[in-house]
């Protein structure tokens, strides 16, 4: 769905959203249309692994919302390149945290 397309806000998930298990979802970084569905989720982690700092949309609305969002850096640039071992071993210690569920992991 293209951040065009009409939505109605309660249905509306991020792009590339899914269910990874209970408690633990996965998104792309979420256009202000999907807000309300976000918070249906009642999230109280955010992971989000890119180079580049979340929009500022999206923190506001984690302020909002009193989601804690750990921004994970995986490179110096927003190149690809391979996400180094260290980072995934310390992401997958916070998504294996039951205290941080539910928990998204969000890349951009």
Same mark, same amino acid.
């Given at each position: 769905?293209?951040?065009?397309?009409?939505?109605?806000?309660?249905?509306?998930?991020?792009?590339?959203?899914?269910?990874?298990?209970?408690? +633990?979802? !996965?998104?792309?970084?979420?256009?202000? @249309?999907?807000?309300?569905?976000?918070?249906? #989720?009642?999230?109280? *982690?955010?992971?989000?692994?890119?180079?580049?700092?979340?929009?500022?949309?999206?923190?506001?609305?984690?302020?909002?919302?009193?989601?804690?969002? +750990?921004? !994970?850096?995986?490179?110096?640039?927003? @190149?690809?390149?391979?996400?180094?071992?260290? #980072?995934?071993?310390? *992401?997958?210690?916070?998504?294996?945290?039951?205290?941080?569920?539910?928990?998204?992991?969000?890349?951009?």
């Amino acid at each position: 769905m293209s951040e065009l397309e009409p939505c109605v806000p309660a249905v509306c998930p991020p792009k590339a959203f899914g269910i990874v298990a209970p408690g +633990i979802y !996965r998104a792309n970084a979420f256009h202000p @249309s999907t807000f309300t569905f976000v918070q249906a #989720l009642h999230l109280q *982690t955010i992971v989000y692994v890119s180079p580049e700092l979340p929009p500022v949309g999206l923190q506001e609305f984690v302020e909002r919302s009193s989601i804690e969002i +750990i921004h !994970r850096n995986h490179s110096g640039d927003s @190149s690809w390149r391979p996400i180094p071992e260290g #980072l995934v071993k310390e *992401t997958l210690e916070l998504i294996l945290n039951r205290n941080m569920h539910p928990i998204m992991i969000m890349c951009s």
